[in-house]
């Protein structure tokens, strides 16, 4: 993981202006919510996150240095024009989409981005099946995600098939975008890590254009049963530590199958709300019910 900064200098840079709103009512309704928050509370929320030490330290580090930029462009001190576009590479379920969502809520709330939303696309999204047809979808998206974060899932599928492909239409679109409106834009590119490393590789152009590079390592089982209570905590259940215990072995044993890297986060969340159902069955004969029992996972909600 790393964080290059080959930003161009330049005077003053557009973030100097006042922050942009969009000219409708309603985006400004939104992002007028959205500059309530503090940065400090958005940091607050990803350091409630389980894990990601290396991914917490890199989003304190672009946060405190886009905050020392605007203080300098206050006192009119020179600085480096913010480009904010970014490439994640991790597994599924390693919390790629949820740093992404605190990145445009964080970004908003230094007044980086106007609105800090997520628009979440993938291939199809973009692509059309006639020439002309994918430099139209792909803009409409962009346009979605004005002022926020447009947050390309298995990014590499654009450049898929070759030359002739539409994808790469779609990547020519994205690639004047992320120029013409970086002051109110920002690209992620996510992935696997090896097909985004081929991603990049085939596409020289667009290595420079992204200087901020974040790799989400797998969790580790204890970090997974971490995350597992504090879903259930979120959803108002418990578990019982015999049931924390079957829970582990379930997560150990897709461990040595080797299955578990499809899954991460996403496995525990499944398995989660699998026994969340079943507990509801073994309870819903019952005539009483106390609220410890409402709220109890057994083990053998898991098995
Ligand atoms: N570190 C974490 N702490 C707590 N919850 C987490 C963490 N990482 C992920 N989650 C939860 O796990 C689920 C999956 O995470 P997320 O959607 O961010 O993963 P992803 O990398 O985008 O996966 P995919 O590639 O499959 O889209 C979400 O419900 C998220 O809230
Ligand atoms: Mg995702």
Redesign the pocket.
């Known amino acids: 993981m790393y964080f290059r900064f080959p930003l161009r200098i330049g005077g003053s840079s557009p973030q100097a202006q006042p922050l942009r709103t969009t000219p409708k009512q309603k985006n400004r309704k939104i992002s007028d919510e959205r500059q309530q928050i503090k940065p400090e509370q958005v940091l607050e929320e990803l350091n409630?996150?389980?894990?990601?030490s290396e991914v917490k330290n890199l989003v304190s580090e672009i946060s405190a240095y886009v905050q020392i930029q605007r203080r300098r462009e206050r006192v009119s001190l020179r600085t480096e024009q913010l480009v904010l576009h970014m490439i994640f590479k991790?597994?599924?379920?390693?919390?790629?989409?949820?740093?992404?969502r605190i990145m445009g809520k964080l970004f908003c709330s230094m007044g980086v981005l106007s609105r800090g939303h997520l628009i979440e696309v993938e291939r199809a999204d973009l692509v059309g099946e006639y020439i002309g047809h994918t430099a139209h979808k792909t803009r409409e998206q962009v346009k979605k995600a004005m002022g926020g974060i447009l947050f390309i899932?298995e990014a590499y599928s654009l450049a898929r098939g070759g030359e002739k492909d539409f994808g790469k239409e779609s990547i020519d679109v994205l690639v004047k975008a992320m120029e013409d409106h970086k002051d109110n834009l920002v690209l992620i590119l996510?992935g696997y890590k090896r097909e985004m490393e081929w991603f990049l590789r085939s596409n020289p152009g667009l290595y420079s254009r992204f200087p901020v590079h974040i790799t989400?390592p797998d969790?580790s089982v204890d970090?997974l049963l971490?995350?597992g209570t504090?879903?259930l905590k979120q959803r108002q259940y418990r578990m019982l530590s015999e049931a924390r215990t079957a829970l582990c072995k379930i997560l150990e044993e897709k461990k040595r199958e080797g299955n578990y890297n499809e899954g991460?986060?996403?496995l525990?969340?499944n398995l989660i709300e699998r026994a969340i159902r079943r507990q509801a069955v073994r309870l819903v004969k019952r005539r009483r019910l106390t609220r410890e029992e409402l709220m109890i996972i057994r083990p053998e909600d898991f098995e």
């Open positions: 409630g996150l389980i894990g990601l991790g597994n599924p379920g390693t919390g790629k989409t949820t740093i992404a899932d996510a989400f969790y970090e971490q995350i504090l879903m991460n986060a996403r525990v969340r």
